[in-house]
């Protein structure tokens, strides 16, 4: 994998605005995996310092090495690579998920969106984790909390009102 393209303070501000933002998706979907950046260079073969310069916005990694970065971090098609201006042939025909929904989602700024794609990793790994043991929680909270014939409280007495003030 090639370490990418370094780009001077002169180009077009819509690129540079991609690069970083294709540096802060990578590296939020990097530390939502506990992945660091030598991890993903030794997945991809290549440097740590690639890594590095694409997550800083320093270079520009070839449209290749962004669709295989999705692959490897199993992301939707375009999810990285569109904000550099790729669009991989997988994504014609693929249906769009959640985080390339927040990514493209032009009512939402470029930190919120990192921020939502965040907490969604965050809460999908947290689901994955908790389903097993939340259900047999939940079954044992319906074992204890239905009450059965003898857990009947008895209806309430009726008094009658007192007459006379006694």
Same mark, same amino acid.
């Given at each position: 994998?090639?370490?990418?393209?370094?780009? +001077?303070?002169?180009?077009?501000?819509?690129?540079?605005?991609?690069?970083?933002?294709?540096?802060?998706?990578?590296?939020?979907?990097?530390?939502?995996?506990?992945?660091?950046?030598?991890?993903?260079?030794?997945?991809?073969?290549?440097?740590?310092?690639?890594? +590095?310069?694409?997550?800083?916005?320093?270079?520009?990694?070839?449209?290749?090495?962004?669709?295989?970065?999705?692959?490897?971090?199993?992301?939707?098609?375009?999810? $990285? +690579?569109?904000?550099?201006?790729?669009?991989?042939?997988?994504?014609?025909?693929?249906?769009?998920?959640? =985080?390339? @929904?927040?990514?493209?989602?032009?009512? $939402?700024?470029? !930190? !919120?969106?990192?921020?939502?794609?965040?907490?969604? =990793?965050?809460? @999908?790994?947290?689901?994955?984790?908790?389903?097993?043991?939340?259900?047999?929680?939940?079954?044992?909270?319906?074992?204890?909390?239905?009450?059965?014939? @003898?857990?009947?409280?008895?209806?309430?007495?009726?008094?009658?009102?007192?007459?006379?003030?006694?």
């Amino acid at each position: 994998m090639d370490g990418g393209t370094e780009v +001077s303070q002169g180009a077009a501000p819509r690129y540079g605005e991609g690069r970083l933002r294709f540096g802060r998706l990578l590296a939020s979907a990097l530390k939502g995996r506990g992945m660091k950046q030598e991890d993903l260079a030794g997945m991809l073969g290549t440097t740590q310092s690639s890594v +590095s310069g694409w997550i800083n916005g320093k270079y520009e990694p070839a449209a290749e090495t962004v669709f295989a970065i999705e692959r490897t971090l199993s992301m939707d098609p375009g999810f $990285l +690579s569109r904000p550099l201006g790729y669009l991989p042939v997988e994504a014609i025909s693929t249906t769009i998920g959640v =985080e390339a @929904a927040i990514a493209h989602s032009p009512l $939402l700024a470029e !930190d !919120d969106k990192v921020v939502l794609v965040s907490l969604y =990793e965050l809460l @999908a790994a947290k689901r994955q984790d908790a389903t097993a043991p939340r259900k047999a929680a939940v079954d044992r909270r319906r074992v204890t909390t239905t009450p059965g014939p @003898a857990a009947k409280r008895p209806a309430p007495a009726r008094t009658k009102p007192m007459v006379g003030g006694r």
